[in-house]
């Protein structure tokens, strides 16, 4: 069986057969309202497909009419509207559900709650103000008792601490360092020693140390570029990272349609830039303003 698929769906081409005049104008403006604030609502609608672009509401009729009058209100902000999109498959299921819902919700609106049974009295309020009055004094009271038994163990404190004399560190004798005076004979063979060394000449070794350093001298800027790409492709992690609902309002605030959207949902993770710019419906232009969105 098919899962719900979350979509962005444009108000204009959403039916209704329920009359709104189900429902009160200042519950459908309050909504609307809301509607603007988050760019979405948070229990979307159920919509079943009746052509390419045009879908009947299921449920979520309240949800419906206040998307439309957000639309009426601001269209750049209410032109879209977030729902589920159901299949033939599942209609039927999905239809029980929401019925289910529907009487618990009204059962569990129905059922007494204690308040109802015992209704608070102004004797009664009185009665419990009273007592939380006498509970704030003792706390006070207690609060009081406690600060001066404190105050009076620091003063002890004080009276029994005898006072610390700070001793001066023993001083260190700093040695010094010994010189050795050479004798006559040791410097005669020193000098016969510095006589007899030759000249050091050049090895090839040594010009190949110097021809790899210099090789690694250019090799720092090409992988400091390369830390420069990976930095400017940080806004990928953001677009994997990002809940369906969050990357589908950023979206939508740039007019990115909605089965580009979905093509884009389930591409994730994606890892470079070229795969965003494979996607069917986007181009370089396009990829920009969405990197600009995700940041």
């Known amino acids: 069986m098919s899962r719900l698929s979350p979509a962005i769906v444009l108000v204009k081409n959403i039916r209704c057969s329920v009359p709104h005049t189900d429902f009160a104008d200042a519950l459908i403006e309050t909504g609307a309202q809301l509607i603007l604030q988050l760019e979405g609502v948070i229990t979307p609608l159920i919509l079943r497909r009746e052509g390419i672009e045009h879908y009947h509401?299921?449920?979520?009729?309240?949800?419906?009419?206040?998307?439309?009058?957000?639309?009426?209100?601001?269209?750049?902000?209410?032109?879209t509207i977030n729902a589920f999109i159901i299949d033939p498959d599942n209609e039927a299921t999905i239809i029980q559900q929401i019925d289910l819902f529907k009487k618990t919700h009204t059962m569990a609106k129905k059922t007494p709650q204690t308040n109802d049974m015992n209704p608070i009295t102004s004797d009664l309020?009185?009665?419990?103000?009273?007592?939380?009055?006498?509970?704030?004094?003792?706390?006070?009271?207690?609060?009081?008792?406690?600060?001066?038994?404190?105050?009076?163990?620091?003063?002890?404190l004080t009276l029994t601490t005898p006072a610390v004399t700070e001793t001066p560190?023993?001083?260190?004798?700093?040695?010094?360092?010994?010189?050795?005076?050479?004798?006559?004979?040791?410097?005669?063979?020193?000098?016969?020693?510095?006589?007899?060394k030759t000249p050091v000449k050049k090895s090839a070794s040594a010009k190949k140390t110097v021809t790899a350093s210099e090789k690694t001298e250019k090799i720092q800027p090409v992988e400091s570029d390369?830390?420069?790409?990976?930095?400017?492709?940080?806004?990928l992690v953001q677009l994997n990272a990002l809940s369906e609902q969050d990357l589908?309002?950023?979206?939508?605030?740039?007019?990115?349609?909605?089965?580009?959207?979905?093509?884009?949902l389930k591409a994730r993770p994606l890892g470079s830039v070229a795969e965003v710019e494979n996607i069917k419906g986007l181009g370089a232009k396009t990829v920009e303003k969405i990197e600009k969105a995700i940041r």
Not at 129 to 156: C, D, G, P, W, Y
Not at 179 to 193: F, G, I, L, M, N
Not at 226 to 235: D, F, I, Q, Y
Not at 248 to 264: E, Q
């Open 57 to 79: 509401v299921v449920a979520g009729y309240l949800e419906y009419y206040a998307a439309l009058k957000a639309r009426e209100i601001n269209l750049s902000r209410g032109e």
């Open 125 to 156: 309020l009185d009665k419990q103000l009273q007592h939380l009055s006498q509970i704030v004094q003792s706390m006070a009271e207690l609060m009081a008792t406690f600060t001066n038994e404190i105050s009076e163990l620091r003063a002890k």
């Open 169 to 196: 560190a023993p001083t260190v004798k700093e040695e010094q360092p010994v010189v050795k005076v050479p004798t006559k004979s040791a410097s005669k063979s020193a000098k016969k020693d510095n006589a007899k």
């Open 226 to 235: 390369k830390v420069a790409s990976t930095t400017n492709v940080e806004w």
């Open 248 to 264: 589908i309002s950023k979206l939508t605030r740039i007019k990115i349609k909605g089965d580009v959207i979905n093509a884009i």
